[in-house]
């Protein structure tokens, strides 16, 4: 089983601040590695998937990179809407999820 | 859009069946998965089933208790869960898969709860 790890679990941010989330691989996943952001009492909603390629509808501030067993979520300029959870996830042998990062409100 | 039912609570031992309502895309030609997420937790896979229903994944603390099935003629998919644990207490999605990127659709999620 691939295991996924995520760091930090939660930050504080300001609005207009970047942050970047990241994500690890026990093993090389290649670049079949999705994010998903949660909102409380939402279902997950697909960001970014391939590593990098943004979801229809998903803004620009939100990007994705990484390869192999290293990967970041940047948003570039947070906005209040972007305070939510966010869980990375490896689809290259079968699926799991990493355990999450919070991003508060600073 | 896909709506999830079947939810509720049940005894230790029990068993329940989640509904999960596919509109909007073609769902016979599309893989399914349900997720779970227990209270205050994160998402945990469950389970997959192909688009032709013969290829069916698990995820190890479910197997041979949970079945996945699909009704294409209905769009929808389903959950078979039996001997349920507490520990299967969560709110279960179903979610489309987005053919090797992901999943792409997800449905508002059921409660189940566990419970004597």
């Known amino acids: 089983e691939i295991v996924m790890t995520q760091s930090p679990a939660s930050l504080s941010v300001s609005p207009g601040e970047r942050t970047t989330l990241s994500c690890r691989a026990s093993?090389?996943?290649?670049?079949?590695l999705a994010w998903y952001q949660q909102k409380p009492g939402q279902a997950p909603r697909l960001l970014i998937y391939r590593a990098s390629t943004r979801a229809t509808g998903v803004p620009a501030r939100f990007s994705g990179s990484g390869s192999g067993t290293e990967f970041t979520l940047t948003i570039s300029s947070l906005q209040s809407e972007d305070f939510a959870v966010y869980y990375c996830?490896?689809?290259?042998?079968?699926?799991?999820f990493g355990p999450g990062t919070k991003v508060e409100v600073k | 859009q896909l709506v999830e039912s079947g939810g509720g609570v049940v005894q230790p031992g029990g068993s329940l069946r989640l509904s999960c309502a596919a509109s909007g895309f073609t769902f016979s030609v599309n893989s399914m998965h349900w997720v779970r997420q227990a209270p205050g937790k994160g998402l945990e896979w469950v389970t997959f089933i192909g688009h032709d229903g013969s290829d069916k994944r698990y995820v190890d603390s479910v197997r041979g208790r949970f079945t996945i099935s699909r009704d294409d003629s209905k769009k929808t998919l389903y959950l078979e869960m039996n001997s349920l644990r507490a520990e299967d207490t969560a709110v279960y999605y179903c979610?489309?898969?987005?053919?090797?990127?992901?999943?792409?659709?997800w449905g508002q999620g059921t409660t189940v709860i566990v419970s004597s």
């Open positions: 996830q490896q689809y290259n042998d079968w699926w799991t």
């Open positions: 093993q090389s996943v290649y670049n079949s």
């Open positions: 979610a489309k898969d987005f053919a090797t990127r992901g999943m792409d659709v």
